[in-house]
């Protein structure tokens, strides 16, 4: 009596299979999510409403000029930085380098364009790791010290690695939004 084996070979590979199957999903599970929060938004906020975010920058660049400086170095509101990747920061961006480990200094004025008074403005901002939310700095208005509509703060960073500054300026209805990739050294 011949014996075949050809059964045995189907149910190796189809036991092979499910157990890599099972394997793949038991993995996926255990590593962490984190969403990406732009703007301060969900994603699927961002990307559903992403022409509104960049249609009332402009509004905002038009009535008012931004100084956002960090650590003496002067920047405007932007959002440019959101189109390039972490790896490509230390070729394309200008904003290398900008944070540094331990107290950072934070100086906000949002300057009106026809009377070039300084404006009272509220601040939502947050400086994250590029990949973890595990040390997000979050800057709500109450910890801005305010002097004269001049919004200044300190934080502190404790990791080497590439950070996000996002967030709102707030002016009557006026919204601006940031987005700056950088890294702390």
């Known amino acids: 009596m011949k014996r075949n084996y050809w059964p045995l070979l189907f149910i190796g590979i189809f036991s092979f299979t499910f157990g890599m199957i099972v394997w793949t999903i038991m993995s996926a599970v255990k590593v962490p999510v984190h969403e990406d929060q732009s703007f301060l ?25 931004l100084e956002f400086i960090i650590n003496n170095k002067k920047l405007n509101l932007t959002t440019s930085d959101i189109k390039l990747s972490q790896r490509v920061l230390e070729k394309k961006t200008h904003h290398k380098n900008l944070l540094k480990l331990g107290s950072n200094n934070l100086v906000v004025n949002v300057i009106d364009k026809n009377t070039q008074e300084k404006r009272s403005v509220q ?22 010290k305010n002097e004269s509509n001049m919004y200044l703060t300190n934080f502190d960073i404790k990791y080497e690695n590439n950070w996000n500054i996002t967030g709102t300026f707030t002016v009557g209805n006026d919204v601006g939004y940031i987005f700056i990739k950088t890294n702390a050294i």
Not at 54 to 61: D, E, Q
Not at 123 to 144: G, W, Y
Request: proline share 2%; hydrophobic share 30%.
């Open 41 to 65: 938004k969900t994603y699927q906020d961002v990307d559903m409403n992403y022409n509104n975010i960049m249609t009332s920058n402009m509004i905002f660049k038009n009535k008012y000029h």
């Open 123 to 144: 601040i939502d901002l947050r400086v994250t790791k590029s990949i973890q939310s595990d040390s997000d700095i979050n800057l709500k208005p109450n910890d801005f």
